[in-house]
């Protein structure tokens, strides 16, 4: 079913790659700033986040500092497709510790705290460890990356991610040669989250991936969007985004990072096991059981003509992830 790539000297994509050219020419300047200097400070003192949300005043968390000023924070960014407005990205939301209706993360996630945070980084690794989010911000430069983001449910988004390649962490901390999985363990914490002990899932929320893929240069680990810090509901501090992926695997408000040997259980698989499998690679070929995945729809072109998208190959990564899974039979590892 997968076309072969015919470039086998595949090499990893750049980030002039993830999204157009020009654009990255023009963005250029601010990935500079929000690599360091100036914005080093600003991005470096998570801390700086309330202070920053305070200034916002009302729901959005706060301006990258560097980005403050900025039109809608994604100065120069152009793409073929249109941006998702921030409102639509902030408030129709799956992360279900806060309700199962897409608008209950908005409304509830206000009791996240997320300072302080810390991200554990265990199992068959040279060098585990406990990492301050400040620290995690540091690790690398910041970039800003437009994917689209398709749900499972048949609905998709275009965001302007903040972050870096998950990859750069991962070869940070060195995984042993029997590492082949990397399973992301994410907050439940009662106290904070009101769905957290109701039986929709088995929690905490887990995901996985397989080790080539979590290092896939595509695989970001996002601390903001639309040049802000994330929003509580769309899983601050530090989530992860994997755009050939349907969006259930991007794991939102994440505390643990675990290298292991065997495929992990993960949060939608334990719940629909003939429903969601462990790669969940959008795939418009393979229909979910009780419904087709051929087409999206694109959230804010909704109206009485609005047509459906065709959903693409791999979300329309193929080029960059397809010899991934080459080989590999999609319908049985779906
Ligand atoms: N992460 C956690 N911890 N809990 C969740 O319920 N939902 C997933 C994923 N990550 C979820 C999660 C699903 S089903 C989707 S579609 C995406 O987050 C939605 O991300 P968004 O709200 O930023 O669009």
């Not at 003192?45 to 968390?61: F, K, L, Y």
């Not at 408030?91 to 945070?117: C, I, M, Q, S, V």
């Amino acid at each position: 079913m997968l076309i072969p790539s015919r470039n086998p000297g595949f090499n990893h994509p750049h980030s002039s790659d993830i999204t157009p050219r020009a654009a990255y020419e023009d963005r250029r300047q601010m990935l500079k700033l929000l690599a360091g200097g100036a914005a080093g400070a600003a991005l470096a003192s998570w801390a700086g986040r309330e202070a920053m949300a305070q200034q916002a005043g009302a729901a959005r968390p706060g301006k990258l500092a560097v980005l403050a000023g900025a039109k809608s924070g994604v100065a120069g960014a152009a793409t073929m497709e249109k941006l998702t407005d921030y409102k639509d990205a902030s408030t129709y939301n799956n992360f279900y510790e806060f309700g199962t209706d897409k608008a209950d993360p908005a409304r509830n996630a206000h009791t996240l705290k997320t300072t302080p945070w810390t991200v554990e980084i265990e199992g068959l690794v040279k060098k585990p460890g406990k990492y301050g989010i400040d620290d995690l911000l540091k690790l690398s430069a910041q970039e800003e990356r437009i994917y689209r983001l398709r749900c499972v449910e048949g609905w998709s988004m275009v965001i302007p991610w903040v972050g870096y390649s998950l990859a750069e962490l991962i070869k940070r901390v060195e995984p042993q040669g029997s590492a082949k999985y990397v399973e992301f363990v994410t907050l439940a914490d009662k106290a904070t989250m009101p769905y957290v002990g109701s039986r929709v899932l088995d929690w905490p929320y887990v995901e996985g991936l397989r080790l080539d893929e979590a290092m896939h240069p595509l695989t970001l680990l996002a601390f903001g969007m639309y040049g802000e810090v994330l929003p509580n509901q769309n899983g601050a501090p530090v989530r992860l985004v994997v755009p050939w992926k349907y969006g259930f695997k991007s794991a939102k408000s994440i505390v643990k990072i675990r290298f292991v040997e065997k495929e992990p259980g993960t949060a939608w698989n334990k719940a629909a096991k003939q429903e969601y499998g462990f790669y969940s690679n959008v795939n418009p070929e393979v229909d979910h059981p009780r419904w087709s995945q051929a087409t999206e729809r694109r959230i804010g072109e909704d109206g009485l003509f609005a047509k459906k998208r065709k959903t693409l190959m791999f979300n329309g990564y193929e080029a960059q992830v397809g010899q991934l899974y080459a080989g590999m039979d999609l319908k049985k590892f779906y």
